[in-house]
């Protein structure tokens, strides 16, 4: 018996209601309605606080707001831009692309750049660097981060372990915790652009760099998704996320968009846009197409060595698309 396919589901809508709390609240859930929030001074001793469960511990535990965002504050005021990478689904080629960014930025010797990888328990930025051997080191005004150019700096958890296959099984608190010393402890100098690889989802990395920089500010967000509506669905998430907490959407970035053989350059779709691909998801929501990066062999094979791939290949479809799409960054941060 043939099996018929079943039709294509439409692409999930975006909820775009009103846009709720999504960094952690100061207010316990069991709180009474007129709680004061456990960073007030008044908390345990206002008088909703009576009858309370929390009353004690809040009387006795720390007050105020985190008293290292001002040490964060002072040091990111020498990054000028501040740019995350952001994608639902892993696997996309996020970290590839941030990767891809970063070199192009530094492709201008005048340009000082910076990336900063918070994958904590998957950081892939030392290897695509070139920087899997780096170590970390310290000096009386803070970590030393490592130098993929003379004007590209690097930041990774990747540096700090023993070997590349050594396991990070953290809960949130100590990740959150590591995210604040690379902010705040890592003497990045004078940066032009900021490139920050995030892990896919919307989980404690992602609100802990929202936080940490919510007096710098964030500049905007690239979104990299792949074709395929598996991917989208999960980015409409990250869009839903950004939307909720602030974030500006710089644009969308499609990648594995097609495959231009080297022979015959004829172009095949190995990831189906199956639902319209990353640009009708934008024409949807109004968000702008930054690009499609398409697939070449040679990206993975650089990204292995640790080598720029704009570099190695200039003439490749690829290194026009991430060109392109670096100039739109700029010229959407009024920076042509």
Known sequence: MIATQRPLPPPSPLPLGPSSTVLP????SNAPEHCPGVESTQAGKADACEGCPNQAVCAEGPKGPDPDLPLIRDRMKSVKRKVLVLSGKG??????????????LAADEECQTGIMDIDICGPSIPLLMGLSSSTIHTSSSGWSPAYALDNLAVMSIGFLLPSNSDAVIWRGPKKNGLIKQFLKDVEWGDLDYMVVDTPPGTSDEHLSIV?????????????????QEVALQDVRKEIDFCRKVGIPILGLVENMSGF???????ESQIFAPTTGGAEAMGKELGIELLGKVPLDPRIGMTCDQGMSFLDEYPDSPATTAYLDIVQRIRELLGDE
């Open 25 to 28: 609240s100061t207010v316990p």
């Open 91 to 104: 696997g996309v080629g996020k970290s590839t692309f941030s990767a891809g960014l970063s070199w192009a």
């Open 211 to 227: 936080q940490y920089l919510k007096e710098t500010g964030i500049d905007g967000a690239v979104l990299v998704t792949t074709p």
């Open 260 to 266: 231009v053989c080297p022979n015959c350059k004829n």
